[in-house]
């Protein structure tokens, strides 16, 4: 019989019950802590409060905060078999494809967590409004709701199309940069990833003082006519979106040759 | 089976472990890798299996590069490496989980082996000594029936009647279509079961040859004096020298370890 060797739907779904079955507990303890710990951190903050004043937009912000830092820590825990030569040896060699590891790790590390940390932050904060009104019924507005939240945000950023589009490729990069840097380095994966992005974020700083300097550019006012094509605010947020998309698309590529070329 | 042209090898940084290495092997024999601590044994077997890629050179593999890591490659080959992983998971449940990935996954011969080395499928993998983790991965690779067996030092961790069970399992379970290549440097512990000797040396091949070949071409001996005559190489053992002469008239059996210092001093046959 041919073997498919690039897709196979019955190998990838052996590969999610393997993972499954393997890291149970893992998964379990994961999921518990993750909800006592945020389900404390939002009673901490109604308690700075008195109980009284937390809101949905407070508790969209929070939500923010965690989407981005917390996702950001999930995603660098990307490629967990890398963390060891054994490890490594036994998932490279196992009869599965490259793409199909791939991509099984791609949606367990971002894909479920953009659309699973939402709706379990919305579970836990739901669960803890209801506790909290329960024992201080003096908490009103304990129900969150995302709709709202958003459109509070929305609201009181003045948030548009691009400037929304800007922050959604934001918190991809940090989701995809921590992926390729857990797919690229061995040990201590998430330091690593920050250091080289702050070697690569201060070579472009340096860079561009040193053209500044070149070009007497200090003169210009920003949003001169004559300054590239950066002309108003929306100009930024729309060369923002494009870099980031064009950043995003080249870790993705980046992660999976990367991946490809693996050796242990 | 396996055909290795002009191998070139370096691990980043460092010196060329293998410069111009070939190597041919066909399936239906046991095959023993022998050399120096640091020659490569381990590096040549991970070439070999995919999870290192060559410089320069070609590997093939039942027809495939192994560095591509295809489906229809892993299917049918199995590394055992002096230093593995398991998840802390029963014994029934590594087994439910790993074994659909290997189409050949012959239970009932897992089962056979497992009773033999004394191994319960309740045993939690976290729990078992290095031996009896070991025991459990030789087992798992004899079943998964893949046509090409990598075994890296598989006698290291275990125990005397582990070792004599070891040798009588793996002769016993293997077809005609099978290749197993044994890394060691317990030569006493595969004497009896390997039939064809490769030895790596300073980055090259430098001998590949069945047993049968040498024992028609030497025999071993046990001597007073090391100076017999047209005796090709000599070590001394208490009371007396082991000498490797060439063959006259009857065949001994080949004592791998005279040979491997032959050879690796310079000696030919």
Known sequence: MQTNNHFSSHRFLLLCRQSLIINKKLIAISLIGAAGTLFLALLFFESINNFQSWSNYASMIFFLFCYVSLGGIYTSQSFPAFRSKEKSLVYLLLPASAFEKYIFEFLTRIVILI???PAFYWLVANFEGVIVHHYVPRLINYEFSFKDGFNQIITNWKLSGWNISAIIQFCLFVYLATFTGACHFTKSPRMKTLFTLSVIAGGYILLGYFLSWVFDLKHYAMFSKSIFFLRSKEDIYIFLSIVGIVVNLSLIAISWFRFKEKEV | M????????????????????????????ITGLLGKNGAGKTSLLKLIAGSLHPQSGSISVLDHTPGKREVSLLNDVFLVPEEFYFPATTIWEYRKVYTPFYPQFDQKMMDNILSEFELNSGDNLKHLSHGQKKKFLIAFALASRCRLLVLDEPTNGLDIPSKVLF??????????????IISTHQVKDVENLIDKILILDNGKMIFQQTLSDISQKVCFVTGNTPDVEGAIYSEAIPGGYRLMVPNGHSETEVDIELLFNAITNGKKI
Request: glycine share 6%.
């Open chain 1, 115 to 117: 659309l699973f940390l």
């Open chain 2, 167 to 180: 040798r009588k399992i793996l002769a016993g379970s293997l077809d005609e279509n099978q290749l197993v």
């Open chain 2, 2 to 29: 396996i055909q290795i042209k002009d191998l070139q090898f370096a691990y980043p940084g460092q010196q060329a472990l293998f410069y111009s290495l070939s190597m041919r092997l066909e399936a239906g024999s």
